[in-house]
């Protein structure tokens, strides 16, 4: 008896679960298929706003004009009055509304700076500030454009007046998300999330079926009584399932979709399998808090559900709390998503990697250090969650 006859018994246990099955072949794909096509526009598009025009004048019609040309917005409502808005805004009919005053058009020509005002729903963070950059945006432009024609009106060279109107350029680089779509950003997130969440929940049933069977000696003594090789030879099978998932993922993501991808394929894919390899391991950490399934389950569910938020990307880690911080170092996945998206976006030298990935050979080792007392808690029958659910009367 050794790793290969664990690694055959494993095989044997999971091919005739069809739950199991599912979970490690169909749900990663159709859940990253869904992912890709909610994003699939890159960014938010026509989001509704309203428009309260009480200047009519050619400006103020051309600065309505310009705001329906935005990709992000379009003007569904032209209303007469505030009420309106403040009726579409609490219906959620609206995400912004821009107010434009009366002698606005006047006011810009006698140098009265009248004020433009917009409200807009910043509940909803990422939509509220599309919105607010875009409009303001194009408000400055329309203010450069005007303040240069008036400078070439007095005798000013066009060029000469675009500069002295425009007095101080931003020259923009963006490193994080340099193609400002959401679909290359977010989507990486979210595969990682789910395929994490998925790859716990499979392990977490690879080890707690065992307890719950009462199968541990058995499982133990396939492997000679070592429980290194026990675990090993357990996660193998799952482990290379997963990996053909990644591998069609993406392939998906990066070919077929056009994705794009700029760093080292070698860190890509020795971050990937450490991920898995890590998320698996996890599985047994959980088992040897008391060897109890649904319990140990549902430690798992909620240690992985949060991942997301806590992954450092939508919020950034440094701003968060100590326990906060401590709770994202814990995750694989927040150490994945920073390799592959300094790597697939950010272009940077591996070098800067390296510390990710220490930080999941850590967590791994975390894991094995937990296996003796797995390996106590095989051997206790008391503690087999079968025998629990006995005596307990149920």
């Not at 979970?23 to 298929?33: A, G, S, T, W």
């Not at 193609?179 to 790859?199: E, K």
């Not at 979709?257 to 950490?285: D, E, H, K, R, W």
């Not at 959980?286 to 991942?307: Q, T």
Request: charged fraction near 15%; include cysteine; charge should be positive.
């Amino acid at each position: 008896m050794s790793y290969k006859a664990v690694v055959k018994r494993e095989i044997n246990q999971f091919i005739n679960q069809p739950l199991i099955l599912i979970l490690m072949v169909v749900l990663p794909i159709v859940l990253c298929l869904i992912t890709t096509s909610i994003f699939k526009e890159g960014s938010p598009r026509n989001l509704p706003i309203a428009v309260l025009n009480q200047d009519n004048s050619e400006l103020s019609r051309l600065l309505e004009r310009n705001i329906q040309a935005l990709p992000s917005c379009n003007i569904e409502y032209r209303i007469t009055d505030f009420e309106q808005g403040k009726d579409l805004f609490t219906r959620g009919k609206i995400y912004a509304m821009i107010a434009i005053p009366k002698d606005f058009q006047s006011d810009i020509y006698r140098m009265k700076n009248p004020k433009l005002v917009m409200y807009y729903n910043n509940q909803m963070i990422l939509i509220g500030g599309i919105i607010s950059k875009d409009i303001t945006t194009v408000v400055q432009t329309m203010m450069v454009g005007i303040d240069a024609k008036t400078r070439a009106k007095k005798g000013l060279p066009m060029q000469v007046a675009v500069k002295k109107a425009n007095l101080i350029a931003v020259d923009d680089h963006v490193r994080s998300n340099p193609y400002l779509n959401y679909q290359y950003f977010l989507s990486l997130i979210a595969f990682g999330h789910i395929l994490q969440i998925l790859i716990l929940m499979v392990a977490m049933w690879a080890f707690g079926i065992e307890f719950k069977k009462g199968t541990t000696k058995k499982w133990l003594k396939s492997a000679n009584g070592s429980i290194i090789v026990a675990t090993l030879g357990k996660i193998t099978p799952y482990f290379l399932v997963f990996v053909c998932d990644f591998a069609i993922i993406y392939f998906m993501y990066f070919v077929l979709f056009n994705s794009p991808f700029s760093g080292n394929f070698f860190m890509v894919v020795v971050s990937t399998l450490l991920f898995i390899f890590t998320v698996l391991c996890l599985g047994a950490l959980f088992m040897s808090i008391n060897g109890n399934f649904r319990y140990c389950l549902s430690n798992a569910a909620f240690y992985s559900a949060m991942g997301f938020a806590f992954a450092g990307v939508t919020y950034p880690v440094m701003a968060m709390p100590l326990f906060a911080k401590i709770y994202s170092a814990s995750l694989p996945l927040s150490h994945y998503i920073k390799i592959l998206l300094n790597q697939t976006m950010r272009d940077l030298p591996v070098v800067y990697d390296l510390q990710n990935i220490f930080a999941l050979l850590c967590i791994v080792g975390l894991c094995f250090l937990t296996l003796p007392r797995l390996k106590k808690l095989a051997n206790d029958e008391s503690t087999w969650y079968q025998k629990w659910w006995r005596n307990s009367g149920k």
